[in-house]
């Protein structure tokens, strides 16, 4: 089953690219959610399903609904409601639409066969992944926990608004 996985490695390289030169944030995500979703058909066709239904869940599911709620609380005015009635119109989700349609049914080829698509025949567990990840790669793991953590902290800095004070002369 190579060609699932290099279709799906090409939807996903596709999806990355137009969520990258998509102007309209709307489109980007939805362009982002595919591209996360082909990364766990991706996962599932290496023998990984746990990981795969992480980062189904985890990222195409709850970091993508924290953008969504970002982009409704940046309520732009009156113009905002014209450019929201743009994101319902077909052409909007055409390609979204088309490029998880070709995951669909890869996932559903996948699902309908035998386990002979799994590579070496072998599943592998959650206690291998976790014993991996927290085993040669724990420094890796912390290092990337502390730029996550330095970028969460940018983020507040430069969001964060100063009070109005006025002595300072404002």
Known sequence: MNAIFYIA????????????????????????????????????????PYIAALQAIVYAGAIMVLF???IMMLNQ???????EKLWLSPRTWLGPSILAGILFVEMAIILRGDPSWLP?????????????????????????????LAGLIGAYHI???????PGQGR
């Open 9 to 48: 490695a090409a939807v996903a390289v596709i999806s990355t690219l137009l969520a990258i030169t998509r102007l309209n944030a709307v489109h980007s995500l939805l362009y982002m959610v595919t591209s996360l979703l082909a990364g766990a058909l991706i996962f599932f066709v290496l023998g990984a």
């Open 77 to 83: 005015g009156p113009q905002a409601t014209q450019t």
């Open 159 to 165: 969001g964060r608004r100063e009070p109005d004070h």
């Open 120 to 148: 070496g025949n072998r599943i592998v567990e959650p206690r291998e992944v976790s014993l991996a990840l927290f085993g040669p790669y724990v420094l890796v793991i912390e290092l990337a926990s502390l730029l996550l």
């Open 68 to 70: 969504v709620f970002v």
